[in-house]
T-cell receptor
Framework: NAGVTQTPKFQVLKTGQSMTLQCAQD?????MSWYRQDPGMGLRLIHY???????DQGEVPNGYNVSRSTTEDFPLRLLSAAPSQTSVYFC?????????????FGPGTRLTVL | TQLLEQSPQFLSIQEGENLTVYCNSS?????LQWYRQEPGEGPVLLVT?????EVKKLKRLTFQFGDARKDSSLHITAAQPGDTGLYLC?????????????FGTGTRLLVSP
């Protein structure tokens, strides 16, 4: 099993550009989520999904869009990148919930917005 | 607003020493988890506690959930260099079910031989 995969591993954008961070899991997990990790802030939840076709906002959703058309994939879209979105982004998945089941994290995408 | 505060932020100790990391909040959590993160990788779950007062042991690591479910601690006995990493606590706030996790600020541990 590949677990949770994320692409790209590194990305540099200019302010105003758009891009999609890809996330896929092969464990047939219903729950998927996106976090950003900034120094001194821990991880903050951006968006999450409890199943195909169902998404909801987390703690810091502004500037990001998500969709969940399949169980396996949960892409994160930045519509118009801003320097404040410079961060490390992690995708995670678990069987049904984040708080009781084991969440498996991907290796992360390091994004720099100039 | 950071719901979960961890202390200390940094800890540098010698192999064989004991240490305790704290995770505190004024909010009640339905569950509390501890993760360890290595540089360049995603966090890896160590333990989940759901009952107030619950104590779980994982080899040399002991985790405790506070009686009121507002705080937690991680105690490492006889630390080893392999314990080096970023330790993160994460809780599911009582009013949001188990779908949203709030992470603490993290404790960076360095264990020297």
């Amino acid at each position: 099993n590949a677990g949770v995969t994320q692409t790209p591993k590194f990305q540099v954008l200019k302010t105003g550009q758009s891009m999609t961070l890809q996330c896929a899991q092969d464990m047939n997990h219903e729950y998927m989520s996106w976090y950003r990790q900034d120094p001194g802030m821990g991880l903050r939840l951006i968006h999450y999904s409890v199943g195909a076709g169902i998404t909801d906002q987390g703690e810091v959703p502004n500037g990001y869009n998500v969709s969940r058309s399949t169980t396996e994939d949960f892409p994160l879209r930045l519509l118009s990148a801003a320097p404040s979105q410079t961060s490390v982004y992690f995708c995670a998945s678990s069987t049904e919930t984040a708080g009781t089941d084991t969440q498996y994290f991907g290796p992360g995408t390091r994004l720099t917005v100039l | 607003t950071q719901l979960l505060e961890q202390s200390p932020q940094f800890l540098s100790i010698q192999e064989g020493e004991n240490l305790t990391v704290y995770c505190n909040s004024s909010s009640v959590f339905s569950s509390l988890q501890w993760y360890r993160q290595e540089p360049g990788e995603g966090p890896v779950l160590l333990v989940t506690v759901v009952t107030g007062g619950e104590v779980k042991k994982l080899k040399r690591l002991t985790f405790q959930f506070g009686d009121a479910r507002k705080d937690s601690s991680l105690h490492i006995t006889a630390a080893q260099p392999g314990d080096t990493g970023l330790y993160l606590c994460a809780g599911a706030p009582q009013n949001t079910g188990f779908q949203k996790l709030v992470f603490g600020t993290g404790t960076r541990l360095l264990v020297s031989p």
